[in-house]
């Protein structure tokens, strides 16, 4: 089934979503205010399905920003997805996972 189907992930990222008060945090970085209509996975979901529900590996975007963020012909990260992963991991590194 695919996992984007599922309830669990529905519940998710409703949860995530309501979590970022349903704005682009790509946006939000730059001042502007725009209605987040995805749930992104920093670290792709095919590279680290363990993550695949964790909270810090979640932002909310609007579409044109998920769009920048990897490509979806090759389904790799653009340089600024990798620069999300990047400050996930630096957060990681000081806030390991329970």
């Known amino acids: 089934?695919?996992?984007?189907?599922?309830?669990?992930?529905?519940r998710k990222r409703e949860v995530?979503?309501?979590?970022?008060?349903?704005l682009c945090q790509e946006c939000k970085r730059y001042g502007k205010?725009?209605?987040?209509t995805m749930v992104h996975h920093i670290m792709p979901l095919e590279q680290r399905p363990e993550y695949k529900l964790m909270g810090?590996?979640?932002?909310?975007l609007c579409n044109k920003c998920h769009e920048a963020m990897h490509?979806?012909?090759?389904d790799e990260?653009?340089?600024?997805?990798m620069q999300w992963v990047e400050r996930i991991s630096h957060y990681?590194?000081?806030n390991p996972p329970s």
Do not use: V
């Open 1 to 10: 089934m695919n996992f984007y189907k599922t309830k669990q992930w529905k």
């Open 16 to 22: 995530i979503l309501r979590r970022d008060e349903y």
């Open 33 to 36: 205010a725009t209605q987040a």
């Open 56 to 60: 810090w590996n979640l932002i909310s």
């Open 71 to 74: 490509n979806r012909n090759t």
């Open 77 to 81: 990260l653009s340089e600024k997805g």
């Open 92 to 94: 990681l590194e000081n």
